[in-house]
């Protein structure tokens, strides 16, 4: 069946972005406006990233069982009642237990969406259409963060003004779960059904998980091993500890250390300011990597990702009333871990290079969610221990063991750049 690809990719990767925001930011928010303590956002919100670091492990059944639009399809419905069953249990006494529950459901349905989704992308279009669109699926991934992190926060703030914190936040949650329901509904219609998309043809006697294991046993087995693992787990350490704690932060009234800033306005600062200042890093971050190669600017964007956190050490000292202040000093933080995190995602690519790419990039990615996960998990309790200043103190510390490892890293000086630089 033909259909436009502008039909379903926008709102495809759109979809995808939304419960991944959800589970990632807004929960943190919304945990923090409920008054849940920091130890707790931290601890329990970091298991989130669980699926993402193991969903290489069942990534075959996508292509073992059934076509990727009926995943697509049927994990979309799945997210949309997970994200209104976190609407419901908020108004009840242990909504924290029971939502977290459907947030994990959440977390599982999107990670294995995200899984459909490329697939299908990879088999829906033609390889020139592939590159065309590849453009379009990150920007509206990219709209998806900002419908998340600023326009559903605001409305989260606005109600705020109205209703008690759980009857505002599950209204807010509630809208999401709508947005995530209509998705369903419109891709029962706008994905076409393509010839290509079908379950692998099983060979007669043969397990059809032989070939995935083997992919696994041949990353264990690349050069240096052990420090790539290492890279992928540490490049990010600080920033893995911030990220629970910045929306706290900015949150907490000043007499425990924070900015005690409005909901709407940190979902203004997050979800737009935020948001754009890290696309540009990105963007520039791609450029300048594709022309002297990723190996000239590791050093540089490790640095990009790390040094701007100082911003959080400032605030935390000065606590600035100016909105603009907060908002400049949170842009240069994001536009650093834009341009740093672009060495991040060369570096698995790099070493994902060979027949088996796709597992090996997934393998990867699931180490990048390991090494965001295990951090993050004590990241409230220390700061609960040594306070804001001295917490953000320690997250720019952390920049070390990454500049370290970054030394003896595998990298050939010649990846990432253009075949005429290299000429």
């Not at 419960?19 to 303590?37: D, G, N, R």
């Not at 490329?118 to 592939?130: P, R, S, V």
Request: proline share 4%.
């Amino acid at each position: 069946m033909k259909r436009n690809p502008w039909a379903w990719i926008p709102s495809l990767y759109f979809t995808e972005g939304l419960p991944y925001v959800a589970v990632m930011t807004i929960s943190v928010i919304m945990y923090k406006k409920l008054e849940i303590s920091n130890t707790d956002i931290a601890l329990y919100t970091s298991w989130l990233y669980l699926p993402w670091v193991i969903k290489p492990l069942w990534s075959p059944l996508i292509d073992i069982f059934g076509t990727k639009r009926a995943w697509i399809t049927s994990l979309q419905f799945v997210l949309g009642v997970a994200v209104a069953g976190v609407a419901f249990t908020i108004p009840t006494d242990n909504f924290f237990q029971y939502s977290l529950a459907f947030f994990w459901l959440m977390a599982f349905s999107s990670a294995t969406h995200d899984i459909a989704a490329d697939g299908f992308y990879m088999i829906g279009l033609e390889k020139h259409q592939q590159a065309f669109f590849v453009g379009i699926r990150s920007t509206f991934y990219r709209l998806a963060m900002i419908t998340g992190q600023g326009l559903i926060i605001m409305l989260a703030g606005f109600l705020e003004l109205q209703y008690t914190p759980k009857i505002a936040w599950s209204i807010t949650i509630g809208v999401l779960a709508a947005m995530l329901i209509i998705a369903f509904v419109w891709h029962q219609f706008a994905i076409p059904k393509s010839p290509n998309d079908k379950a692998v043809p099983r060979i007669a006697g043969e397990s059809p998980f032989n070939s995935f294991f083997l992919t696994f046993i041949l990353f264990f087995r690349k050069k240096k091993i052990g420090l790539i693992i290492a890279f992928l787990l540490l490049y990010r350490l600080g920033e893995a500890q911030l990220v629970k704690l910045a929306s706290p932060f900015l949150l907490d009234n000043k007499t425990v250390g924070g900015l005690g800033l409005e909901t709407a306005q940190v979902g203004l600062i997050y979800g737009t300011i935020g948001v754009i200042a890290l696309t540009l890093g990105g963007i520039l971050g791609g450029v300048v990597a594709s022309k002297n190669g990723l190996k000239h600017w590791l050093s540089w964007m490790l640095l990009a990702i790390n040094l701007p956190n100082a911003a959080y050490i400032f605030l935390s000292t000065f606590t600035p009333e100016s909105f603009i202040v907060i908002s400049s000093a949170v842009a240069i933080e994001q536009f650093g871990y834009g341009f740093g995190f672009t060495a991040y995602m060369l570096y698995m690519i790099y070493i994902s290079e060979g027949e088996h790419k796709t597992a090996h990039f997934a393998i990867s990615t699931g180490f990048m969610a390991l090494g965001m996960m295990l951090p993050g998990m004590l990241s409230g309790w220390l700061q609960e221990i040594i306070g804001y200043q001295n917490f953000f103190t320690w997250v720019l510390i952390c920049a070390i063991p990454g500049f370290i490892v970054a030394k003896f890293i595998p990298l050939d000086p010649n990846f990432g750049k253009k075949k005429e630089s290299q000429e």
